[in-house]
């Protein structure tokens, strides 16, 4: 079946660079996501990207896509205290016809001052 | 919040007990999801709707059921709490037409089943 899986923790420091890493195994899978989730709060959409790209940015924001090996990861440059927080990845099940998305544990980010 | 209103945000119950969550939209999406919120889990869909009286389940959908009278309004129920509920649900719409559009959340109920 679908899998999503994510590391679960990184730590970096102020104004380091930070690289969050999903696997998945849909081949099937349209769109990929990534979401970010501050404590006591509901999932806020970062971005998604089409699963026939490689790359996209938006601002400090990177997605990079590797279709062949079903990885896909999110950089955010000159990383900020405000950035702390669980960033998950989630895949859109296109086999399913529901529109609903498979979503990875969570990556807990660390920012350091 | 993308005009999601979850209530209630917290609720305590005792194990037995029905417990009704609602969800309500003012962006007329066609689509609304329930998920819950684990530790070592992620989001986990329980039940989704894809119109008014059109339900379906998700992967964790034992224990619970829903419905949908009205397009802006998607109710979860446990039928009698169990402790294996304590969790925080989600609920989620989707913006547009095409079924992978991205999902929008509420900001989550808090259920703790003692």
């Known amino acids: 079946g679908e899998d999503v899986e994510q590391s679960l923790f990184l730590s970096v420091r102020e104004g380091d660079s930070s690289v969050i890493n999903c696997t998945y195994t849909?081949?099937?899978?349209?769109?990929l996501y990534w979401y970010k989730q501050e404590p006591g709060a509901g999932l806020q959409l970062l971005t998604y990207i089409f699963s026939n790209m490689d790359m996209k940015q938006d601002q400090r924001l990177t997605v990079l896509l590797n279709k062949k090996d079903k990885h896909l990861s999110l950089r955010i440059a000159d990383t900020q205290t405000g950035d702390s927080a669980i960033y998950f990845c989630a895949e859109g099940t296109s086999s399913s016809n529901t529109g609903k998305l498979i979503f990875g544990q969570g990556t807990t980010l660390q920012v350091k001052p | 919040d993308a005009g999601i209103t979850q209530s209630p945000r917290h609720k305590v119950t005792e194990t037995g007990t029905p417990v009704t969550l609602r969800c309500h939209q003012t962006?007329?999406?066609?689509?609304m999801y329930w998920y819950r919120q684990d530790p070592g889990h992620g989001l986990r869909l329980i039940h989704y709707?894809?119109?008014?009286?059109?339900?379906d389940k998700g992967e964790v959908s034992d224990g619970y059921s829903v419905s949908r009278s009205k397009t802006e309004d998607f109710l979860l129920t446990l039928e009698s709490a169990t402790s294996s509920q304590t969790s925080v649900y989600f609920c989620?719409?989707?913006?547009?037409?095409?079924?992978?559009?991205?999902?929008?959340f509420g900001n989550g109920t808090r259920l703790t089943v003692t």
């Open positions: 709707s894809y119109g008014v009286k059109d339900t």
């Open positions: 962006e007329n999406h066609r689509y």
């Open positions: 989620a719409i989707s913006e547009g037409l095409d079924i992978n559009s991205p999902l929008h």
């Open positions: 849909d081949s099937s899978s349209t769109y």
